[in-house]
């Protein structure tokens, strides 16, 4: 079992910046490819950026491609997601996942997720 927290979460104004993290507990992060996405109020949740298990590989939604970067330290068991350029749109609930054996976009290959942190941006 993998446990993970979100936390960074916050309101920004449009423009801004957050950097958000994820720690795991339970095992080492460093067997799984983690994944963001987010879910805005009556929206389905959305990939935002993936991080395969080494940190040499990433992807991300075209929504924050240019403004969000993922990144990871296995040493200390924390995937991050830097956002910047914030836009009201992104306004959601962020979440940070864990798959074992798949590194892909699709929150059905996830098997771990956390509960999500705030993330409100102002205009």
């Known amino acids: 079992q993998v446990q993970l927290v979100e936390s960074g979460g916050g309101l920004v104004l449009a423009g801004g910046s957050l950097r958000l993290s994820c720690v795991a507990s339970?095992?080492?992060?460093?067997?799984?490819?983690v994944g963001w996405f987010r879910q805005a109020p009556g929206k389905e949740r959305e990939f935002v950026a993936r991080?395969?298990?080494?940190?040499?590989?990433?992807y991300y939604a075209d929504s924050v491609k240019g403004r969000f970067t993922i990144s990871r330290d296995n040493a200390k068991n924390t995937v991050s997601l830097q956002m910047g350029s914030l836009k009201p749109e992104d306004t959601a609930v962020y979440s940070c996942?864990?798959?074992?054996?798949?590194?892909?976009?699709?929150?059905?290959?996830?098997?771990?997720w956390g509960q999500g942190t705030q993330v409100i941006v102002s205009a």
């Open positions: 996942a864990a798959a074992r054996g798949a590194y892909s976009s699709s929150s059905t290959r996830y098997d771990y």
């Open positions: 339970g095992r080492t992060l460093s067997s799984y490819a």
């Open positions: 991080i395969d298990w080494g940190g040499t590989n990433t």
